[in-house]
């Protein structure tokens, strides 16, 4: 592929000022969307396996002899293991080519679903699916900072809008998938089944991505250190809110489909499609908003998304109402982490490893304690304390985000 000059005036200064890690050949290309439309791929690969273990616990279970609530814990160790490397990988990498880094993490996910669909026991399932956790931390950490290197700052949010998109299909899909390639070819065929997927990305990206040498403009390899900026920490504040909000809810939708809403099997697995339909359609639009409504977007979805929960609550035993909830539901929340992601790029311009990094640690922290206190609302006292939680976290982050807008224009 044919190096070009940067097309954005905000980081030619910093390529012409070259340094020992920094060659010429380290120039981002203009615009490069095959090697981001291969990072979508691997990103659909990576949320297809961490979320497909959902519906196929008792076979796991059945198989290799254990509880199905020590198998879960397959879902619990890859996002551990995604909140650790994310902490520390923008300063394990720092001197490395991000192409090489970025094949690195493919490659652990063509591993990972090896030892998960050959394990023999419990233990080397449990490590390869912390390879996994490995692969996502590492991956989702390096995926805005290298977009903005693949493209000019202002397709930026269609290149995030593009990554989001293949979550959504993923989380759409990967569980419904998961089932049915389970009936037909067993829990390890399913598992196996994101190899090849996964090898496919890691060709597409190796053939698609131009060298990438670390840029001398990232600093700061302390994630932590970032948070003593005003604007990042209310920003990694109101991220926080959104995800334990969102994966509060999220969480529990099924057991308040089937026992509020009373709906069928088929018409649950109807709404799910809709919102994974819709979140994919949300994050095409909120890729045509971002250049001039950043603020805007990230403090009105969290408020429109908390008015949903509240609706849900009043209006959950209509099958119509709550499909038509759960629609925009899908709509704004997975458009979210578009508008996030483009604020990271914008905020953190000379730190965007670090800052992905802490963004990927915050997200993940976010949905476990949104996703375990949601239960513990949920057992204890019932379904609607659990939805009004999530409805009063989602409105405490659009008021953190405003907060980060007034900071920004101090």
């Known amino acids: 592929m044919t190096q070009q000059a940067l097309t954005r005036s905000d980081f030619q ?10 060659t010429a050949s380290s120039a981002i290309p203009n615009p490069a969307w095959g090697a981001v439309v291969s990072m979508a791929l691997c990103v659909a690969v990576l949320i297809a396996s961490e979320f497909m273990p959902v519906s196929l616990l008792s076979p796991i279970a059945t198989e290799l002899g254990v509880t ?3 198998t879960g814990q397959a879902i619990s160790v890859s996002g551990i293991f995604a909140v650790l490397t994310s902490v520390f990988v923008a300063g394990l990498t720092r001197g490395l080519d991000r192409r090489l880094v970025l094949a690195s993490f493919s490659l652990i996910l063509m591993v990972s679903g090896t030892i998960v669909a050959f394990a023999p026991n419990y233990v080397v399932l449990m490590i390869g699916r912390a390879m996994l956790g490995i692969a996502i931390g590492g991956f989702w950490s390096m995926s805005t900072s290298i977009v903005m290197r693949l493209v000019p700052e202002d397709s930026v949010p269609k290149g995030l809008a593009m990554l989001n998109a293949g979550n959504a299909v993923a989380a759409t899909i990967s569980a419904p998938l998961g089932s049915l390639l389970g009936s037909y070819i067993g829990w390890r065929g399913a598992f196996f089944a994101v190899v090849p997927l996964a090898l496919l990305a890691l060709v597409w990206q190796w053939a698609s991505l131009p060298s990438l040498l670390p840029r001398r403009s990232e600093r700061s390899a302390n994630v932590f250190r970032l948070l003593l900026r005003p604007q990042v920490a209310l ?21 308040f489909l089937e026992t509020v809403t009373a709906v069928s099997i088929s018409t649950l697995s109807l709404l799910l499609l809709l919102m994974g339909l819709a ?10 908003l971002l250049q001039k409504r950043l603020f805007s977007i990230l403090v009105v979805i969290p408020l429109i998304m908390a008015v949903i929960a509240l609706g849900l609550v009043a209006l959950g035993s209509s099958s119509a109402f709550t499909a038509i909830l759960l629609i925009g539901w899908g709509l704004f929340g997975t458009a979210a982490p578009v508008g996030w992601g483009t604020w990271l790029s914008r905020t953190m311009p000379d730190d965007a490893e670090a800052g992905g990094g802490l963004q990927v640690a915050t997200i993940q922290l976010a949905i476990t304690l949104g996703a375990s206190t949601g239960g513990v609302l949920f057992d204890a006292i019932g379904w609607w304390t659990t939805f009004l939680f999530a409805a009063a976290l ?6 953190l985000a405003a907060a980060a807008w007034r900071s920004s224009h101090r």
């Open 394 to 399: 989602l409105a405490g982050s659009s008021l």
């Open 68 to 70: 199905e609530g020590r």
């Open 13 to 22: 200064d910093d390529d012409r000022k070259l340094d020992p890690f920094t």
């Open 235 to 255: 920003g990694m504040g109101s991220i926080t809110l959104l995800f334990m909000g969102q994966f509060a809810l999220f969480t529990y939708l099924r057991p």
């Open 279 to 288: 979140g994919v359609a949300g994050t095409y639009i909120i890729g045509h």
